[in-house]
């Protein structure tokens, strides 16, 4: 569902989803990133996430949730979601996501 990688260079935590977000799995990835981030908590290890949606075809609004959290847990302009499937796009764009989040 998820695969994590960080690099300690940049700060940067890549997170890999893989599947439908729909709001069963987007629960799933919710309990799974919070537990990841809860490692950096209390530290200035982590100043960077990336949300790879290559491997994503649907997302929930449960889903979009996620990203606004994760997107407060680093510094403004350091959230960025890549690799979004034009329809994964659309989501973004009419909820306006896309011109808050850096989404591509």
Do not use: H
């Not at 949300?51 to 847990?73: E, H, P, Q, T």
């Not at 959230?79 to 808050?100: D, E, M, Y």
């Amino acid at each position: 569902m998820i695969e994590f990688n960080f690099d300690e260079a940049t700060q940067t935590l890549l997170c890999r989803f893989d599947g439908r977000m729909d709001t069963v799995n987007a629960d799933l990835a919710t309990q799974q990133v919070n537990t990841k981030l809860s490692e950096f908590q209390g530290t200035t290890a982590l100043s960077r996430i990336v949300f790879d949606l290559g491997a994503v075809d649907y997302v929930a609004s449960s889903f979009l949730r996620l990203c606004i959290f994760a997107a407060k847990g680093v510094p403004k302009g350091n959230f960025s979601i890549t690799n979004t499937a034009p329809q994964v796009l659309k989501v973004f764009t009419i909820t306006g996501l896309a011109s808050i989040l850096r989404v591509t």
